[in-house]
Each structure stands twice: as C-alpha cells, then as structure tokens.
C-alpha cells in the first residue's frame, strides 16, 4: 500500500505565500512523475505543476512565475512553493505520484488533498 499525506495548506492573505509537502510511505519501489492539482466544487481537478525524476518541471499557465515544484527522492517527498497568491489560487490542492511497487508496475496515487484559502 502507498499514503501520500499532504500538509502546508491553510488561510493567507493575498500576496503571500504557502509552501505545501506531500510526504509518500509505503512499499514504493520507484516513483516517476510527481504532480500536484488543484479543485474548486462543481469544477474538474486541474494539473497545477509536475516534476520529472531528472527534475524538469511543467507549470499550468496560471501559475508560472509564481508556483515552484520540487521533489525530495530520498524522502519521497514533493513540494509546492506558492508565492504571490490570489483568491483564484483558493482550492483543495492535492498530490500525485507515479509510482511503482516491488513487484508490480507503474500506477497513480493520490493524496488526500488540503486546503488553501487566499482571502483577506
């Protein structure tokens, strides 16, 4: 079994700044891609940033410039600098890994996913 376990979200005005984590455990072998998204009620859950294990990044256009993906293979752990944030940005954020278990092959976990809310 993977659990992927989201924490940094929470209330900040605009213009500030949240860094989020996504620490993976389990029996994970290897992982590729990891990825953060993001969903609003009554919207489909959108692709924010995703990191390559050689670490080149893609960012949705909305937040380029201001989000930073980053990853931490020893402590499978993902990470999303959020700067510069707007109420726009307000949404559950969650994680995503593609990840492979000892003995099986490449598939998606998710995290839980946690709260941003930009509002002053």
């Known amino acids: 079994q993977v659990q992927l376990v989201e924490s940094g979200g929470g209330l900040v005005q605009p213009g500030g700044s949240l860094r989020l984590s996504c620490a993976a455990s389990?029996?994970?072998?290897?992982?590729?891609?990891m990825g953060w998204y993001r969903q609003v009620p009554a919207k489909q859950r959108e692709l924010v940033a995703s990191i390559t294990p050689g670490g080149s990044a893609m960012y949705a256009d909305s937040v380029k410039g201001r989000f930073t993906i980053s990853r931490d293979d020893v402590k499978k752990t993902a990470f999303l600098q959020m700067n510069s944030l707007k109420p726009k940005d307000t949404a559950v954020y969650y994680c995503?890994?593609?990840?492979?278990?000892?003995?099986?092959?490449?598939?998606?976990?998710w995290g839980q996913g946690t709260q941003v809310t930009v509002s002053s």
């Open positions: 389990g029996n994970i072998f290897s992982i590729d891609s």
């Open positions: 995503k890994y593609v990840a492979r278990l000892y003995a099986s092959g490449f598939s998606d976990y």
